[in-house]
């Protein structure tokens, strides 16, 4: 099947270890954010979100994190599973409460080592 | 699978035929996007809608491509006149408008123009 990983920058983690995946966003004023993973030829699928009002929230082994003052979001994966591996993409709503389009970062591939 | 259905999974076509995708958002959804992905790169938005309405439009979203969604159920995807630019993934997600919602992504269509 096709790769979306070309050209992206990978973390590659051992398997058991816990995984930091980390995003830039770009527009002071949005006030959503999602980490989506994807898998080869597949969509995007969720995993976690986070609003602005909060720097920190905790889903099933994920974490992420929310610093506003920096622009920088971050995924944190607890005990990594080769199930894992994919390339993972965190998104910003721009328009505050709007409910509309995304704006995708830069993909990371995660490579997870037997 | 997130319940978002894509049809067809994959196209190949020669330059300058016309091309219709088709999307099946999750059935009590009001919102649908339609996003499209290069190889290596996240997705960009090109256009969505509430219920039949179309509300946004991309800049990237050519005179050659038209969106519909006549029922506010299901939508098309129509490109005409294909260029080899127009070899991406596209994808379709859908959302439920409330204060914070996700939107969740179908499996694509794969277009490939020779």
């Known amino acids: 099947g096709e790769s979306v990983g070309l050209h992206l920058p990978t973390l590659s983690v051992q398997e058991g270890d816990n995984s930091i995946i980390n995003c830039a966003y770009s527009?002071?004023?949005?006030?959503?954010f999602i980490w989506y993973k994807q898998e080869s030829g597949k969509g995007p699928q969720f995993i976690i979100d986070?609003?602005?009002?909060?720097d920190k929230r905790q889903g099933q082994r994920v974490t992420v994190l929310l610093n506003k003052t920096v622009k920088h979001l971050s995924l944190q994966i607890a005990a990594t599973q080769p199930g894992d591996s994919a390339v993972y993409f965190c998104?910003?709503?721009?328009?505050?409460?709007?409910?509309?389009?995304?704006?995708f970062g830069k993909g990371i591939t995660l490579s997870v080592r037997p | 699978d997130t319940g978002v259905s894509q049809d067809p999974r994959h196209k190949i076509t020669k330059r300058g035929q016309n091309v219709t995708f088709r999307c099946d958002p999750i059935?009590?959804?009001?919102?649908l996007y339609w996003y499209r992905q290069t190889l290596g790169q996240g997705p960009e938005f090109l256009t969505y809608?509430?219920?039949?309405?179309?509300?946004?439009k991309s800049r990237l979203l050519s005179d050659r491509f038209s969106a519909e969604r006549p029922k506010g159920s299901f939508s098309t995807l129509e490109i005409q006149r294909t260029e080899q630019g127009d070899s991406a993934m596209y994808l379709c997600?859908?959302?439920?408008?409330?204060?914070?919602?996700?939107?969740?992504f179908g499996p694509g269509t794969r277009l490939t123009v020779l």
């Open positions: 997600a859908s959302s439920l408008v409330k204060h914070t919602d996700t939107q969740y």
């Open positions: 527009n002071s004023a949005s006030d959503y």
């Open positions: 986070i609003r602005s009002n909060m």
């Open positions: 998104a910003e709503e721009p328009n505050t409460g709007a409910n509309s389009k995304l704006t």
């Open positions: 059935s009590e959804h009001n919102r």
């Open positions: 809608f509430q219920n039949e309405a179309q509300l946004e």
